[in-house]
Nanobody, 122 residues
Framework: QVQVVESGGGSVQPGGSLRLSCAVS?????????MSWHRQAPGKERELVAS????????SYKDSVRGRFTVTRENGKNTVHLQMNNLKADDTAVYYC??????????????WGQGTQVTVSS
């Protein structure tokens, strides 16, 4: 069974740092997994924060987090991390990991993690 499991999150003061992790398990070696982080604040739509390719060679960021957040991928693993520095109150949200599965360049499906709360408050 394929699973997407997030960890990390919590409460921090403005200017602080947090690290989120996301691990995908149960995937065959022939499946590539592109992964991304999204967030949803109360009363707002879910938005893409950062993404990383299956090889880890390509990343992209939402403008408001670029330079403060860094998404990385462990070599040869379907595990990614989101290092969040200089956090602001506007970063407060539930953060979700998303995994998109492909085989031979054909998208097979996607799966979301359960979400983890990040609260930035003084």
């Amino acid at each position: 069974q394929v699973q997407v499991v997030e960890s990390g999150g919590g409460s921090v003061q403005p200017g602080g740092s947090l690290r989120l992790s996301c691990a995908v398990s149960g995937v065959s070696s022939s499946t590539t997994v592109d992964m991304s982080w999204h967030r949803q604040a109360p009363g707002k739509e879910r938005e893409l924060v950062a993404s990383i390719s299956s090889s880890g060679g390509s990343t992209s960021y939402k403008d408001s987090v670029r330079g403060r957040f860094t998404v990385t991928r462990e070599n040869g693993k379907n595990t990614v991390h989101l290092q969040m520095n200089n956090l602001k109150a506007d970063d407060t949200a539930v953060y979700y990991c998303n995994a998109v599965f492909s085989r031979i360049g054909v998208r097979m499906g996607e799966l979301w993690g359960q979400g983890t709360q990040v609260t930035v408050s003084s």
